[in-house]
């Protein structure tokens, strides 16, 4: 079964750093371009960022109010897609999920179940 | 960044009556490829989202052929041809052709 599994979310105090984790299973993940959506409480998704797969360069694309504090990185070798947040202020509080297109451009079919990050004081 | 809007942000339907959802971008979604990055998702109460239709009209597989995507350059339609209870959920479209990637402020669906 294909899957996505997100972890390493929590409560952090602004200014503070987190790690969060998503494990793929059931497919390579090394060929994927992978992304991060999050979610507010009670509000709509919005889109954090993308890695490409390393064949297609391994580099990154953030939105404007993540750039520079958060950082996408993968290794391969576990099958594990990562996600750095630092400097993290109380407007990060969402869900993040994982997501990749395995059909179409940025159809993103394949969803984590999600990791809530609570940034509080 | 390209802006997307939806209309109506809440949509209460009988069973087995249709529903239509409309989404506009800010800027025009077809390529120089010939391909239009627009897509439908679907994200039921307590799940991740899901995903209906990519490139304006396609259906994912599984998707009922209830669902129906149209439209073209910055005017989309999503249609449900008889909703069912399990179509709850709020409703997102998405552009893909710019980034960052944007979403619709989402369509809440329930039933009557």
């Known amino acids: 079964e294909v899957q996505l599994v997100e972890s390493g979310g929590g409560l952090v105090k602004p200014g503070g750093s987190l790690r969060l984790s998503c494990a793929a299973s059931g497919f390579t993940l090394s060929n994927a371009w992978m992304s991060w959506v999050r979610q507010a409480p009670g509000k709509g998704l919005e889109w954090v960022g993308r890695?490409?797969?390393?064949?297609?360069?391994?580099?990154?694309d953030y939105a404007a109010p993540v750039k520079g504090r958060f950082t996408i990185s993968r290794d391969d070798s576990k099958n594990t897609l990562y996600l750095q947040l630092n400097s993290l202020k109380t407007e990060d509080t969402a869900l993040y999920y994982c997501?990749?297109?395995?059909?179409?451009?940025?159809?993103?079919?394949?969803w984590g179940q999600g990791t809530m990050v609570t940034v509080s004081s | 960044d390209i802006v997307m809007t939806q209309t109506p942000l809440s949509l209460s339907v009988t069973p087995g009556q249709p529903a239509s959802i409309s989404c506009k971008s800010s800027?025009?979604?077809?390529?120089?490829?010939?391909?239009?990055?627009l897509y439908w998702y679907l994200q039921k109460p307590g799940q991740s989202p899901q995903l209906l239709i990519y490139a304006v009209s396609s259906r994912f597989s599984g998707v009922p052929d209830r669902f129906s995507g149209s439209g073209s350059g910055t005017d989309f339609t999503l249609k449900i041809s008889r909703v069912e209870a399990e179509d709850v959920g709020v409703y997102y479209c998405m552009q893909g052709i710019h980034l960052p990637f944007t979403f619709g402020p989402g369509t809440k669906v329930d039933i009557k």
């Open positions: 800027q025009s979604l077809l390529h120089s490829d010939g391909k239009t990055y």
């Open positions: 997501t990749t297109a395995t059909v179409f451009a940025y159809a993103f079919d394949i």
């Open positions: 890695i490409r797969s390393k064949t297609d360069g391994g580099t990154t």
